[in-house]
């Protein structure tokens, strides 16, 4: 049996498995899953915008309609809107400029492009307590001693907070591990097999001449 | 790009391709994901239809969007499964005789199977009859390279089977 006789082999085998029927099938279920895709990232949208805006209200309102006194809670509502108004802001530029890589990019490029953003989505993930959980944290914290002054109830709330925050920071550290670092090996493997064999026409002289 | 015209571009190109998408599900996904893989490309060829520039022929293009949602969809499906691609040394395990029809299909898929995603992909467009330039455009490499690369693979498939 040789490798080149298996290619008919191969087209027939397939052939009889793209019947006319299931081209209709897929043409619908195409049709129909694009509409639900895009619902369910304006829905995404709309949800993390809803949030946003509501700490922006809410805090916002605080600022403007608490007392004097309240200074210390005061700027603590502040840097929480300040807060909300990064992350949005962060989010929004992920989303436009890390963009995935194009599907129409040959094979090589779209593993090098995909590699680029999984290292940086690595890097962000594992960075969400100094650009995430940390400001959060001052914000909430400076708001709550505000209300409720320097005292126990205030220490309590600051561990329990910080005991979240770790908590967080312990389960996205444990995602990227689980599930990004193995996913950027396999596409670093990936990109190495192609890597490899460029590298050896270009490294044997006499034969990239006949590529 | 209006819809109508969109689906009537669709139409004709899965037409022409729906084997080769079907194959490629076939080498990357298993049995029962494959429709899903199949809808998948599918989906990605229909969302990027707009994209395709004329640098190189649609089906040419199509291949590449298939090819890429195929490796995106099987190192997804290993980080859900965490079953790796099996080892090199199952080949040395395969039929090597294979005479009837349905050998020679098992003796492929086990081969696929058995090689890295990278060779797969190699191996697929030598199958699926693309020119050497033409697979040398898709996975982005020289037709050199290929070249070289298919012969490896060849080699490999002679010395399990012949």
Redesign the interface.
Known sequence: MRLEELGNEWRAMNEIAATKEQREQLIVATCRRVDRISGQIFRRDICETIAAVFVMIFFGRYCYVAPAERILSKIGAGFLVCWALFIISRLHRTRTIQKPASIDAPVREFCRIELDRLERQIQLQRSVLSWYLAPCMVGVNTFFIGLAGFGIASLVYCIVTLLLAWGIDALNRRAVAKGLVPLRNELASLLTQFDEAVARIEGTPGRSSNA | MSIPDR?AR??EL??RS??????IA?AYAEVRDRDDL??EI???V???LD??AGRSTLDT?AY??A???G??WR??A??RTKKLTQSKANIAELP???GS?GD??R??DRFLTAL????R?VLLL????LSHADAA?????????????LHR??RC??EA??
């Open positions: 689906q669709f139409r899965l037409e729906h084997a080769r998408w079907a194959g076939r199949l809808q599918a989906l990605q229909w969302q990027n994209r395709f293009w590449r969007v090819l890429n949602t490796l995106a190192r997804k290993t980080m090597g005789d294979g029809e020679v299909q003796v492929l890295s995603d990278g060779d992909a030598h199958l699926d009859g455009e898709v996975l982005g490499i020289s037709e050199g390279a290929y070249r070289t690369r693979i060849r498939f002679e089977y012949c």
